[in-house]
């Protein structure tokens, strides 16, 4: 079992729709957990930064963390087309690691 | 603000051929990785350095080699080319690992035939 899960997609939802991308993780010591953005022949770049449980709300984004259930969400309200890009999680924290460790990715499509 | 940057954007390499790729970042982070991106299997640890001097191997490191002179460059070389290394790989920087936010470069492109 890998240590965060993520769905791969592609998720292809209208323009205006509501969009939720969800991982799950398995390390409690986990204490920050971000969200990057990576456009096509991109690099990923910041998108959302939380630390512990709750929601952080930027925008139309919404991030949110249930450390109970190691869930994290990012919601897009009013998705544009200028939202398709795979959306990656990264949970964080004191662990000692050598290396943020993140979800495989979302492919997110808005269709106009 | 230049950030990270990366060259060379494409890259096609015949099995065998060695190359570099090249990062450097301006914003005076200690922290420098490089990571390859492969669909269906995330980003993957190649390399890291915590500072100059400094490096370690990630997860998939066979095949590479990194060195760290300066705080502000951290060249990735592929020894010896084989397919599996057709991917596209990332470099980041970051002031604070696991707090921080991780930078990455536009990445590059590499193809071994």
């Known amino acids: 079992q890998k240590e965060v899960e993520q769905d791969p997609g592609p998720l292809s939802v209208p323009e205006g729709a509501i969009v939720s991308l969800n991982c799950t993780y398995s390390n409690s010591a986990f204490q920050y957990f971000m969200w990057y953005r990576q456009y096509s022949r991109k690099g990923p770049e910041l998108l959302m930064y939380t630390y512990s449980s709750g929601n952080k709300e930027d925008g139309r984004f919404t991030a949110q963390v249930d450390k109970s259930s190691k869930y994290i969400s990012l919601f897009i309200r009013d998705s544009q087309p200028s939202d398709s890009a795979t959306y990656l999680c990264?949970?964080?924290?004191?662990?000692?690691?050598?290396?943020?460790?993140f979800g495989s990715g979302t492919r997110l499509q808005v269709q106009p | 603000n230049a950030g990270v940057t990366q060259t060379p954007k494409f890259q096609v390499l015949k099995t065998g051929q060695s190359m570099t790729l090249q990062c450097a970042q301006d914003?005076?982070?200690?922290?420098m990785s490089w990571y390859r991106q492969d669909p269906g299997m995330g980003l993957r640890l190649i390399h890291y350095s915590v500072g100059a001097g400094i490096t370690d191997q990630g997860e998939v490191p066979n095949g590479y080699n990194v060195s760290r002179s300066t705080t502000e460059d951290f060249p990735l070389r592929l020894l010896s080319a084989a397919p599996s290394q057709t991917s596209v790989y990332f470099c980041?920087?970051?002031?604070?690992?696991?707090?921080?936010?991780?930078?990455f470069g536009e990445g590059s492109w590499l193809t071994v035939v």
């Open positions: 980041a920087s970051s002031p604070n690992l696991e707090r921080g936010t991780i930078y």
């Open positions: 914003m005076n982070h200690e922290y």
């Open positions: 990264a949970p964080g924290g004191d662990t000692g690691r050598r290396a943020l460790t």
